[in-house]
Each structure stands twice: as C-alpha cells, then as structure tokens.
C-alpha cells in the first residue's frame, strides 16, 4: 500500500501540523524546509506524493515542480498556496501539478487529495512494474534460450530469485551453463550494474585461497608485497559467484560462513573489519548436503547457501532445445568469424538429437563453431542409449515449428498455410512447444 508523503514547505508550524495530521492517519512522513533538500532524497519510483508550499527560499515549488517532472513526469506533486497565488498554481496545474490547496486548509481537504493522488500513483506504478517484468522477460528469453519446458521453469525461476536478497546454489551438470544463470541472477535484479565477481574454488591452490577469498595487507606473508583487496571485498554491493563450491577447502568453508553470518570481513596481516554487502551465488555439481554427510563439506555452509536452490537440466533431458542452441551459437561463430553458415538439414539434425551431448551446452557451442570453421559436420557418435523415437520426433517438430515461424516473421496464416496444419492444431503444437508468435515479430 502507497503512503509516503514529502512535506516541503519552509514555515515550521506548517510542516508540524501536516506532519501530525497525516502521521494520525497512516501516512509515513518527510519533512523539508527547502526544495533543494527533498530533491536530493528523492528516490527512483518514489511511492508516494510531494506536497510542497509554493513560495519559500531557494527553488519555489514551481521550480521544484518542473525538476520533479524531468525526474519522474507521473509524480503527483499538490501544492500550497496563499490566496494572491491561486491564480499560478491554477496554471501550473495546467503544466502537471496534480492539485493546489488553498491555505488554511482542512485536515479532511488534505486527505481527501492526498489519497486521490495516491490512487493514480499507485497505477502508475503498477504498471510500470508490469512493463520492466515483461521487458525483463523478453531479455531473460533471449539470453536464456530454449523453449522446453524445463527452460520456461528455470526462467520464471530466475526472475523470481533476482529480486530477492537471498543466497542461491545453482547444481548442474559441467557444461549447463551454471555461470550464465548466475549473471541472469546477477544482472536481472537490484544488484545489476554492481560488480559481480567470479571465483573457480578448483582453479585455486588450497595455499593461495584464503589470500584470494579475503585479500591481505602488505608483508601478511612472504611475498605479499602491496595490499590487495581479496574477491569477498571486490564483490561488495554486488555478487560473488563461487563455481565448483564443493572444492572450497574445509578451512576456508569456517571463515566463508563467518562472513555470510557477520557480513564483516579482516583482510590477511590485518586487525581491522571491514563490512561488505554482498549476494553469494554458488555453483555445484554434486549435491552438498551429501557432500555435508559425506564429511567433505561443512553442512552449515550447506544449509547457508542453499537457501533457494535451481536445477540446470542437461541438454540431453531437453533434447526439443538442441536444433536453436547449436542455430545460435552457429550463427555468433560465423558473425565473429566472417564466415557463413547454412541452415541444418535432416541428416545433421538428426545426429545432433541422437548425440548425448555430455558436456552440455558447451559441447554444442564447440560443435557449431567447428562446423562453421569447416572442421566437419555437426555430428557425434550415436550412443547405444540414444534418446526414443517419441523424443525425436517432438524436437524435430519444434525446430520445423520455429523454422516456419522464424522465416514468416510470426505471420500465421503463411505458417498454416506452409506447413498445411488447421488454425486449432498449430495453437497447440506452440503451445506445447512453448513458442509464441511475438517471439518471432521482432526480426521484423
């Protein structure tokens, strides 16, 4: 529910008397004698109104008015006026002011306009929030490709968990592309534009880790010229990202756990504690808590980090993805190559479904930009356990699906009439597909 309330206005008796009547009635108030001041707090997407005096020292409520509306042009901003000022705010009304108040004014006038114009922010901010998720949909559907179902579910999965302070652990197989998903965590949230620092637990020597994790002041120990700022601190604001977590020395799992508890930190060779604000992100293959009952993982960081938890599927359990991943990723090796790249033909596409693609996503990445070098077709040894005749046949169904759609630029009847399917059953092959037709209208 929208109730903050500015009170800008440079008489004192005024700002105590509004402050008391609205704080009776539910509102949260802040109070400021100058213009200049309310400015420099204003938030982004502020939820609320600004009920500013129209005459006082510095910017008028005019001036301030005009530099609200370049910030943010559906603020409601109502002003105060004496009697000799009705006729200005009657036209600064006309300029975007949400109402004028005549002083003295009543307790009841007050609210009954206050509330008003909370109602219209409230809308305003509704639907832009409605916007930036259907932006930030369309965004995530782009970097986080495929539309089998276990996609749609990660994705929906990820803007939800964007949004929220919490740690996640991301388990998945080497090559899904758990860095991916923890940048989408990273970039679709409010930590976006802060650092997001990467860390491999297993790239790093059990003797150097803890120098790297905390940083060290210089002469902590031999060879440690200079003060170097470790990942923990370089990440405040941000997010770490720890891959391969399960490869942290036990060691190192104590002060890590420390740090999430006390977000407080001491550098090697230093006595001082530093605070930091950061989101952590780890990344595993096996599952921790076994590794916890295993003896090979503290099971209280376990527990810490997981407190949400997202499954990347191996490519080979969404078999339907495989024909726009290897597209994709064909196409950005032949733009950073300078080379040209053909479409898949039954044959090629027919050894990418059967393969079981082992390393994932990063494998078919590897297989594309070979083909595109010329090194070979797209193609891998059919294992005895290939996937069923069933599976195939929908992957290779959807892949015809995007192609028509993809060619027509989502224009369904040239869809229909292509591939000669009635109206009824072409909704439900997308449906079951996961494919839209504004998905296809931005190559327009």
């Known amino acids: 529910m929208l109730n903050s309330v500015m009170v800008v206005d440079d008489e004192a008796s ?43 020292p510095g910017i008028s409520g005019l001036e301030l008015l005009t530099q609200v509306q370049r910030l943010d042009p559906d603020l409601p901003i ?27 004014f009543s307790p009841d006038t007050l609210l009954s306009s206050l509330r008003r114009a909370l109602d219209k922010r409230r809308l305003v901010l509704e639907n832009r929030h409605l916007h930036q998720q259907a932006d930030s949909r369309a965004k995530l559907d782009a970097t986080l490709l495929g539309a089998s179902r276990a996609l749609q579910t990660l994705r929906r999965q990820v803007l939800d968990l964007a ?40 790239a790093i020597p059990e003797q150097l880790f803890e120098a790297e994790l905390f940083g060290h ?15 923990l601190e370089y990440a405040d604001g941000g997010t770490l990202f720890l891959d391969e977590i399960e490869s942290m020395p036990l060691a ?30 780890a990344a595993t293959k096996p599952d921790l808590l076994e590794e916890a009952r295993a003896g090979r993982f503290r099971e209280d960081l376990a527990y810490r980090l997981t407190v949400a938890e997202l499954r990347l599927p191996p490519l080979r359990e969404r078999r339907e993805d495989i024909p726009q991943l290897y597209e994709h990723f064909a196409r950005a090796a032949a733009e950073r190559l300078g080379r ?27 297989a594309a930009e070979r083909q595109v070098l010329g090194l070979g077709e797209p193609q891998a040894d059919v294992l005895e356990a290939g996937p069923s005749l069933a599976a195939q046949q929908e992957a290779f169904e959807a892949q015809c699906l995007r192609a028509a759609l993809t060619r027509h630029k989502g224009e369904i009847k040239a869809v229909l009439n292509e ?24 190559d327009e």
């Open 78 to 104: 109502i002003l105060l006026t004496g009697h000799g000022d009705v006729p200005m705010a009657v036209e600064a009304m006309r300029d975007g002011a949400y109402d004028f108040l005549e002083k003295p």
């Open 163 to 202: 949004a929220l302070p919490v740690n996640v652990l991301i388990r998945g197989e080497t090559g899904s592309g758990k860095e991916l998903v923890a940048r989408c965590l990273h970039d679709f949230g409010p930590r976006a534009g802060k650092p997001f620092v990467a860390l491999n637990c297993a």
């Open 252 to 281: 190192q799992q104590v002060k890590l756990l420390r740090v999430l508890q006390e977000q407080k930190l001491e550098r090697l060779g230093a006595n001082q504690s530093i605070k930091v604000d950061l989101r952590v992100i």
């Open 419 to 442: 591939l000669q399917l009635p109206r009824r059953t072409l909704n439900e092959k997308m449906q079951r597909h996961g494919l839209t037709r504004e998905m296809f209208l931005k």
């Open 14 to 56: 005024i700002r105590s008397a509004v402050e008391q009547w609205l704080s009776l009635s539910g509102f949260s108030v802040q109070l400021f004698s100058r213009g200049e001041d309310c400015l420099a707090h204003l938030p982004k997407n502020f939820p609320g109104v600004i009920l500013s005096d129209v005459r006082m």
């Open 217 to 231: 002041e210089s002469g902590a120990f031999t060879g440690a010229q200079g003060k170097r700022i470790g990942k």
């Open 340 to 366: 040209s790249v053909a479409p898949l033909n039954g044959p090629q596409l027919s050894r990418l479904l059967s393969h079981d693609w082992p390393g994932n996503v990063r494998e078919l990445a590897n």
